[in-house]
């Protein structure tokens, strides 16, 4: 299995430097990474760095607590398309999931995604497993394709834990064939990796790019 097209090369601490950026650049385009994943401020510097090399820039939308306002989100989706991101990967609001209002959570996820979509671009919507029960993992991810998004994603890496196989059994339980699942957070090798990807995954976010693929090299 090449693993090296399911990834997301992330770069998401706040303190990554110009310099950490662009070592992460290179690695993704030397090792044809799907994307570059990293914060906003760093979307339109990465896009003119990817530019003609097959690799996407990819970033983050109300992250990481997903408790902005909707405007806000939008707003902060639509900045980021216009800076050069192919894809954008929102926090879902996580607290009115686990208060049950969701039809707040599902119309939080639908405007961002609308705003993506009218942009020509793909939303991965971030549902934080580490936070929620099975039943509130297999709600929110029904929520999030009903929304329209493209993937349900598992997990920021700021959270309790990242992802585990278990969450994305889950998640791909619930949608099914009708939208793609990201597992993120806490995959480090190639063993991992597989795991995730065998349990419904499509794409995987990690900053562990480099030892995954090592033993495929």
């Not at 693993?3 to 997301?8: A, E, P, Q």
């Not at 990554?16 to 044809?32: L, P, S």
């Not at 509130?136 to 997990?155: C, P, Q």
Request: hydrophobic share 40%; no cysteine; aromatic share 4%.
């Amino acid at each position: 299995m090449k693993l090296n097209k399911f990834i997301d090369h992330t770069l998401l601490k706040p303190e990554a430097t110009k310099t950490q950026i662009d070592q992460i650049i290179k690695e993704a385009i030397d090792n044809q990474f799907f994307s570059v994943m990293v914060n906003p401020y760093w979307v339109k510097y990465v896009h003119e760095a990817v530019k003609n090399s097959g690799v996407k820039t990819a970033t983050v939308i109300g992250f990481p607590l997903g408790a902005n306002t909707t405007t806000i989100k939008v707003a902060e989706a639509e900045e980021a398309i216009d800076n050069g991101a192919d894809e954008v990967d929102m926090v879902m609001n996580i607290g009115e999931l686990k208060g049950g209002n969701t039809d707040v959570v599902k119309e939080d996820i639908k405007q961002v995604t609308d705003a993506t979509h009218d942009r020509g671009k793909l939303i991965k919507v971030i549902i934080e497993t580490a936070l929620l029960t099975d039943d509130e993992i297999t709600l929110a991810s029904k929520i999030v394709a009903d929304a329209g998004a493209d993937f349900v994603k598992t997990s920021t890496g700021f959270s309790t834990r990242g992802a585990q196989v278990h969450d994305v059994e889950l998640m791909k339980a619930a949608v099914g064939d009708k939208i793609k699942v990201k597992a993120a957070g806490g995959i480090h090798s190639d063993t991992d990796a597989e795991a995730m990807i065998k349990a419904g995954a499509s794409r995987l976010g990690t900053s562990a790019s480099l030892a995954i693929i090592s033993k495929q090299s």
